[in-house]
C-alpha cells in the first residue's frame, strides 16, 4: 500500500512545493499546482496552452471564440497535428502541446525529482473533460460540451497533456500515472446537466483512459463527491479516486461493480484526511484517519468483498487538493497521509 496526493498545494515557492512533495511521497511523487505562483497553474487554465481559438476575457471567463475568422483554420490545423501526434507520423509534434514553465512552475523540478530518486511511479494530472467542457463556453455562453467540434477539441487538448506528460515521466524511467480531475462527474443526472447522458461521459472518459493506457500510463479518475462509480469503471480506468472522508458510503452502493473492478486489477485511492475544510483538519489526527479508513473499508467488506482484495489494492490519499489552506495545514494533511500509509503498511505487514 503506498499513498500520493491530488495536486494542488498552497505554496508560492516552488522548491518548498517540491521538498513537500519528496518529504511525504517517495514512492509516489506527485506533480503539485501552485496558483500561488501563477494563476495559470489553476486546474482549468493549466491544460489550455495550445487549444485553438481560446482566450480568457477581462472578467476572467474562458471561451472559445467560435465567431473568429480564423476559427475553423486554427481547427482543422489542430486536428491535424493530433493525428500525426497519435498516428506516430511525427511523435516530435507532441512538444508543441508541452505544459510550459508560464504554465507549471514544478513541472521540471518534479521530473528532476522522480529521476533522482530513482522513482518507479510517478503522478502527473489533467483536468477532467466532463469538467472542462461545462465550465468552458462559446462567446454566446453556451457550454462546450453542447457543441461537438469544441467537446472533440477538448477531449483532443487533454489527451494531448496526458500523452505529454506520459512522455516526459517515462524518460525519467518512472511508470506515470494520470489522474483525471473530475469533480463535475458528481453533477452528472443533476437538473443542470439532464441532457448530458451517461454514454456522452463514458465516451470522452474512454478516449482519454485509451491514450493513457495505449501509452504505457495508467489512469484514475479523481471526484471528491458523490458519483455514479458505474460511470469511471465503464470508462476502463485502472483507480478510483474518491473523498473517502465523507462519501465512502456512496461507494458502496455501487458494491458490485466494484467487487468486480477490483477483482479485474484495479485500485481505489481513499481520500481519508480532510482537506476541504481547515477546521476538520486541525481536530484530524492519526487515530482518527484510522478509525475513518477501517470505517470506508467495512461499507464495502460488509457488502461482500473480501478484506484482503480491498487491502491489496488501496492507495491512500487526502481527499481532495490543499491548494485552499494554509501552508501548515497542507504540510499536516500531507504528513498524515504518509504515516496512515505507514500504519497501514505496519498492519497488513505490507512489505
Known amino acids: 500500500m503506498e499513498c500520493t496526493a491530488i495536486g494542488s498545494l498552497p505554496f508560492d515557492n516552488p522548491q518548498k512545493a517540491i521538498e513537500t512533495v519528496q518529504k511525504y511521497f517517495k514512492e509516489i511523487p506527485f506533480w503539485p499546482q501552485l496558483s500561488k505562483v501563477s494563476r495559470n497553474e489553476d486546474m482549468t487554465l493549466q491544460f489550455l496552452e495550445g487549444m485553438p481559438s481560446f482566450f480568457v476575457s477581462d472578467d476572467g471567463n474562458f471561451s472559445f471564440d467560435t465567431e473568429n475568422e480564423n476559427f475553423f483554420q486554427d481547427v482543422e490545423q489542430f486536428l491535424s497535428d493530433y493525428e500525426n501526434i497519435n498516428s506516430q507520423n511525427n511523435p516530435d509534434l507532441i512538444e508543441k502541446f508541452a505544459i510550459t ?137 485502472d483507480i478510483i479516486s474518491l473523498d473517502a472522508y465523507n462519501y465512502a458510503q456512496n461507494l458502496s452502493i455501487y458494491y458490485k461493480q ?39 473499508v467495512n461499507y464495502l467488506t460488509k457488502k461482500g468483498i473480501d478484506e484482503k482484495l480491498i487491502i491489496n489494492n488501496s492507495i491512500v490519499t487526502p481527499t481532495c487538493g490543499a491548494g485552499s489552506l494554509t501552508e501548515e495545514l497542507a504540510e499536516k494533511a500531507m504528513c498524515l497521509t504518509s504515516e496512515l500509509t505507514c500504519s497501514l503498511k505496519e498492519r497488513y505487514n505490507d512489505n
Not at 217 to 237: E, L, M, Q, T
Not at 259 to 285: C, H, Q, S
Request: hydrophobic letters at 40%; one cysteine or more.
Open 101 to 237: 514553465n508560464n504554465f507549471s512552475s514544478t513541472f521540471n523540478l518534479f521530473l528532476e525529482l522522480i529521476q533522482k530518486n530513482n522513482c518507479k511511479f510517478a503522478k502527473g494530472q489533467i483536468i477532467g473533460p466532463f469538467t472542462l467542457s461545462t465550465t468552458l463556453t462559446d462567446k454566446k455562453g453556451r457550454c462546450a460540451i453542447y457543441d461537438d467540434t469544441l467537446k472533440e477539441i477538448i477531449v483532443k487538448i487533454l489527451s494531448l497533456k496526458a500523452l505529454w506528460q506520459i512522455k516526459k515521466i517515462k524518460e525519467t524511467g518512472a511508470i506515470p500515472i494520470i489522474f483525471i480531475d473530475e469533480p463535475t462527474l458528481s453533477q452528472l443526472g443533476a437538473s443542470s446537466y439532464m441532457t448530458i447522458t451517461r454514454s456522452d461521459v463514458i465516451s470522452m472518459l474512454q478516449e482519454l483512459t485509451g491514450i493513457i493506457t495505449d501509452n504505457g500510463g495508467i489512469s484514475a479518475i479523481h471526484c471528491c463527491g458523490k458519483c455514479d462509480w458505474d460511470v469511471p469503471i465503464k470508462s476502463n480506468i
Open 258 to 296: 466494484i467487487k468486480i473492478f477490483l477483482e479485474a486489477g484495479g485500485k481505489i485511492a481513499w481520500g481519508i484526511v480532510p482537506t476541504k475544510n481547515p477546521r476538520e483538519l486541525e481536530n484530524f489526527d492519526l487515530q482518527a484517519a484510522l478509525s475513518k479508513f477501517d470505517k470506508a
